[in-house]
């Protein structure tokens, strides 16, 4: 198989499956005080420092949870309920994560507000100016795309959001391990450990330890007694490892994949931003090609690719993002994301390159073109 879904979930990383292997064989919980409690909570502590440091935040503020969508969750709802104020404002892009959480809120009396996107996915600032004033709880903007890559000006968002006193929420789960991220003046951001070639169910938000907010479980009162719940040893010292592997330069990859694409279907056309992108993700539409149906023919290619976010795949829905970037349903609904990892080669390029001809052609007559 050659497996371009790594933005879905990424193989897991022989370094992540090691350090987690040695978890498993050892037992402690990492709130029992005896040597075999103590012991589980170095390994914590010592991933919570990897993590921080390769981030570049402090450890403190590192807070483990089981994945992405808990990190986001914990944010949207624990930051708008402690503060007292009740509007929000979330790009038109975000992720169900953020989405989804946030229209939770609305149940709760909480006003949301979508700041719209241009058409290669990048938020408005000018929009986020005259929505913001110091009403508003908090702003969330992912810092990258999980469907067509685009990175957000988050450095300059965070700077709106400071002259107006406002809380800045970033979804980092696609830009961990692939950019530099600047994450000055951000309060919170949240990753996750399967997009790096960690471990399924295991996340973290970032929270700086001055950030008020409502827990969403209670119990133990483990991590600050933000996130009460056992933390998973193995798992976040898998997510260390993975971070802390080696990461191979993917941008000549992407771009040998975008090239092979034009030169396998001429009238594709790429989505999202050509420079401000992943160095993981190509995104295009193909004109009169359902993109479910090109999925499956790639599929049975041997090739692994997606119509959009994981999450929403399989509901035959147009793109909530590529829409907000103003594409018309059709297009919408032709769409494909081929997204690269720490082990893809020239050869599922070459794959690819070869396979999608007779499967774009397929999906047109499937489609009724041609
Ligand atoms: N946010 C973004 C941008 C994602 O791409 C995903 C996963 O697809 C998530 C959040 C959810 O992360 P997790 O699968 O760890 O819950």
Known sequence: MHYLDHAATTPLRPEALAAMREQWEQVGNPSSLHTAGRRARSVVEESREQIAAIVGVKPADVVFTSGGTEADNLALKGIARASGKKRILISAVEHHAVLDPADALIEEGFTVERIGVDHLARVD?????????????????????????????????ARVCARHGVAVHTDAVQALGQVEMDLTGVDSVALSAHKVGGPVGVGVLILDRAMQVSPL???????????????????????????????PDLVPLRDQLIAAVFEAVP?????????????????????????????????????????GSACTAGIPQPSHVLLAMGADDSLASSSLRFSLGWNSTAEDVAALRLALPPAVERARRAGGIR
């Open 125 to 157: 600032l000018d929009e986020l100016e005259w929505l913001i004033d110091a009403d508003v709880a908090l702003v969330a903007v992912m810092y990258a795309n999980n469907e067509v890559g685009t990175l957000q000006p988050v450095d300059e968002v």
């Open 217 to 247: 479980t209670h119990g133990g009162g483990q991590e600050r007694d933000i996130r009460s719940g056992t933390v998973d040893a193995a798992g976040v010292a898998g997510f260390a490892a993975a971070l802390a592997a080696p990461k």
């Open 267 to 307: 009238d594709a056309v790429l989505n999202g931003d050509p420079d401000q992108r992943l160095p993981n993700n190509a995104h295009f539409s193909f004109p009169g090609c359902p993109g479910d149906a090109l999925l499956m023919l790639l599929d049975a290619a041997g090739i692994a690719v997606s119509t």
